[in-house]
């Protein structure tokens, strides 16, 4: 008889929704792909799209998963906002599509699992009385920040970039006011009041999901963990690292950039690029060309165009350019100086195949937390270039906290990095036994052991796939 009951027994059936961007998008179709190693497991992606980015539509079109396609809203006020902005507004409007999308499924949803910015949906799983939660695809100390924001915006006055003193999160590592977040960086942009809503909206879930594990951040989870210090008060799941393996890029012609490598002195190489979304100015390029030929050291470097407007100019467009993004944008003669130690990339590489072959010895990285989880997990130390979100934060977690990470002196995004510290860094952090690179591997061994069966990330992944099986 409990056979059959069992027999019988409803397949669970996890939705996750994803915000628009690479950022966003891999996290939340390789959390799926956890999921779906579950016995019996019906995993579906609700996918608000961009619908102007190439790489987008690839790492769609290669995912595992159950795509639901939403399309972005169109909301003709956005002209000229943030980022974050656009994403909330953007995700707000999506709602009524998202409550059709969910309540149309023809097995039903047991669990709806959102992002960061799908926050304003989670209402939808209330009306379905299923469980719901939020997967944070950031670090601990980032979630505590967002989360302890409503109360810094109580007790602080003024622009929190004009504060003296670090900012204290009860329990955690202080920011300093320079490692702000972008939307804190303006409390009159409309960026600010949209992140103080996700802050009050996290703590109505059932529970988060962080991309970070245990033994990596220890302190920040108890603190978070503890109803006495922080304003979460629900279940804290520590499931990372959570990220790309190179089989999630079969979609790619990697195999001429594969082929170069392979022809590289083992941890020879530096990796060079600033993420899906990032791009810097003219000048700060240049620099960064004379740098790496100064430095005299291979490379493989993704070239995106310049732009001075922000950081994250490219953002919704990730992927669409010429193969030839360079000429006119690199120093005259530096393409052929360099034909022999260098590969230029153009706007998108297969970065998780990269970070993962044994020529690459080190990583110049705007410090997205994905790709500082494909670098960590690889052995691969880090040159810490932050540009936009929560990067600043990050790089000074890498570099000061962990140690896995030089970093510029002046931040990236208020000066000008001269080609000599660029060439110093290379040199320094490439193909040598130092003290970063010792850190480096201890971290990847913590990584591995916290993925493996009775590890600490494996064992919380599974008390989450228990919830939502009922």
Request: with cysteine; glycine share 6%.
């Amino acid at each position: 008889m409990e056979d059959l009951h069992k027999h019988n027994k409803v397949q669970p059936h996890l939705v996750l929704l994803s915000s628009p961007g690479l950022g966003h998008l891999i996290p939340i179709i390789e959390l799926g792909k956890r999921f779906l190693r579950h016995p019996n497991f019906k995993v579906t992606i609700l996918a608000v799209t961009s619908q102007t980015s190439d790489a987008e539509a690839e790492v769609l079109r290669s995912s595992l998963c159950d795509i639901i396609n939403i399309p972005a809203p169109d909301i003709p006020v956005l002209t000229g906002a943030t980022v974050v902005t656009r994403l909330c507004v953007t995700m707000r409007a999506a709602v009524p599509a998202i409550r059709a999308a969910l309540s149309s499924m023809q097995l039903r949803p047991s669990a709806f699992i959102v992002d960061i910015f799908g926050t304003d949906s989670l209402p939808v799983a209330v009306e379905l009385n299923i469980p719901k939660f939020v997967y944070v695809a950031s670090h601990a100390w980032f979630l505590s920040l967002v989360v302890y924001l409503p109360v810094l915006d109580e007790i602080i006055e003024g622009q929190y970039v004009d504060q003296k003193e670090p900012l204290k999160i009860p329990g955690s590592s202080p920011v300093r006011p320079e490692d702000v977040f972008d939307p804190m960086l303006d409390r009159n942009d409309m960026q600010y009041s949209e992140c103080l809503t996700l802050g009050k909206a996290i703590p109505r879930s059932d529970g988060v999901l962080v991309n970070t594990w245990e033994e990596l951040q220890c302190r920040d989870l108890e603190a978070l963990r503890d109803q006495n210090l922080m304003v979460l008060k629900v279940p804290v799941y520590a499931v990372g690292p959570i990220m790309r393996e190179p089989d999630s890029e079969t979609g790619w012609d990697s195999g001429w950039v594969v082929q170069w490598l392979d022809k590289q002195p083992r941890e020879s190489v530096v990796y060079v690029s600033f993420g899906s979304g990032g791009t810097m100015s003219f000048e700060q390029m240049r620099e960064i060309a004379f740098g790496l030929e100064l430095s005299e050291q291979r490379f493989v470097w993704v070239v995106r165009a310049p732009t001075e407007r922000a950081a994250d100019a490219a953002f919704f467009t990730t992927g669409r350019g010429s193969s030839d993004g360079w000429s006119g944008v690199l120093p005259e003669g530096f393409v052929e100086r360099t034909r022999e130690v260098g590969l230029l990339v153009p706007q998108w590489a297969p970065q998780a195949t990269i970070l993962k072959h044994r020529s690459v010895g080190a990583f110049l990285s705007h410090c997205g937390w994905g790709s500082t989880l494909e670098s960590v997990t690889n052995g691969v130390p880090m040159i810490a270039w932050p540009l936009y979100a929560e990067q600043r934060m990050n790089a000074t977690l890498l570099a000061e906290e962990l140690g896995v990470a030089v970093r510029t002196k002046v931040l990236p995004t208020k000066k000008v990095v001269a080609r000599e510290e660029v060439a110093g860094m290379v040199k320094d952090i490439i193909g040598r036994s130092n003290a970063v690179a010792d850190r480096v591997r201890e971290i990847k061994r913590s990584a591995e052991k916290a993925l493996s069966p009775g590890g600490s990330s494996n064992v919380a992944l599974a008390q989450v796939a228990k919830m939502i099986e009922g």
